[in-house]
């Protein structure tokens, strides 16, 4: 089936050049991502250049080579003549006065093609990956992620409606982990995050950590998890842990499982609010 795909879409990308020499032109690039010419990425990334006259750019990575961000991009033509908006990871848009759109073949479907960093192997600190998880959750899009553990200083949200982050099939026990960091230069969660993922309607977890680290928002103890909507689910694949409460069900929505395997907290292990005759806890 992706062969089918990617044939398609490069037949359509073929047709918004004039020129068939361009249809074939490839350019090669360090990062997707320019972030100053210090970097190992040097001046290249879409957000710095043109790329409107080749067919197909080849990154080698997201912010710098080799950080697992990097894939190749088929060129859509440009942006404002087609339906699906650029989102940082699946589809970029160069730096042309009319910007040209790319999309990225045989994705991953996990963070760090948007540009998410991780946990550093050698010092151990975990980067505020906020604002590229939550692309990567507002994505209309698998959300896969690796085995590794990525920061966030303020709330995210599991939406749009039906969305699943899905650990890795792994039989040593690696999970992804979503970790809850101080705010850059501070101490605490964001003061306006009371979770650390507000999980919307049918919002499901699997193979998935979420740590509340313990963190404070200034205020009091953030938890890990709310049931914000009807039908959340937590499997037994996944963990809560480190927070005031590690599960909060909101009572307003009627229909709600959650399952988990283990948890450790600092108040309750989980916490239902206002009319919950309807929810049910497994296992």
């Given at each position: ?148 553990t990525y920061g966030t200083s303020v709330q995210l949200q599991c939406g749009p409606p039906d969305t699943t982050i899905q650990g890795p099939e792994s039989l040593d026990g690696a999970l992804f982990e979503i970790m809850a960091v101080p705010v850059h230069g501070g101490s605490t969660f964001s003061a306006s995050g009371t979770e650390v993922i ?86």
């Amino acid at each position: 089936m992706k062969s089918v795909s990617i044939c398609v879409l490069i037949v359509a990308f073929f047709g918004a050049f004039s020129n068939p020499a361009a249809q074939l032109s490839v350019a090669h690039i360090a990062c997707v991502q320019y972030s100053g010419p210090s970097t190992p990425c040097g001046s290249d990334g879409f957000n710095n250049n043109p790329y409107g006259t080749y067919g197909f750019v080849i990154a080698q990575g997201y912010n710098v080579p080799g950080d697992g961000g990097g894939g190749t991009f088929a060129n859509m033509g440009r942006c404002s003549s087609i339906a699906l908006p650029p989102n940082g990871g699946t589809i970029v848009q160069d730096a042309s006065s009319s910007p040209y759109c790319f999309q990225r073949l045989d994705p991953n479907w996990g963070p760090k093609e948007y540009g998410a960093v991780g946990k550093n192997v050698t010092t151990g600190a975990v980067t505020d990956d906020n604002v590229q998880l939550q692309a990567w959750l507002n994505a209309a899009q698998p959300h896969l992620g690796d085995a590794d553990t990525y920061g966030t200083s303020v709330q995210l949200q599991c939406g749009p409606p039906d969305t699943t982050i899905q650990g890795p099939e792994s039989l040593d026990g690696a999970l992804f982990e979503i970790m809850a960091v101080p705010v850059h230069g501070g101490s605490t969660f964001s003061a306006s995050g009371t979770e650390v993922i507000d999980a919307k309607g049918n919002c499901r977890l699997s193979g998935v950590a979420i740590n509340a680290a313990g963190l404070s928002n200034g205020t009091s103890f953030i938890n890990t998890v709310l049931a914000d909507g009807n039908h959340v689910t937590i499997d037994g694949f996944s963990v809560l842990e480190n927070g005031n409460d590690n599960l909060v069900c909101d009572g307003k929505y009627r229909k709600r499982t959650a399952v988990y395997a283990a948890w450790s907290s600092v108040s309750d292990a989980f916490q239902f609010q206002g009319r919950s005759s309807a929810m049910r806890l497994i296992g």
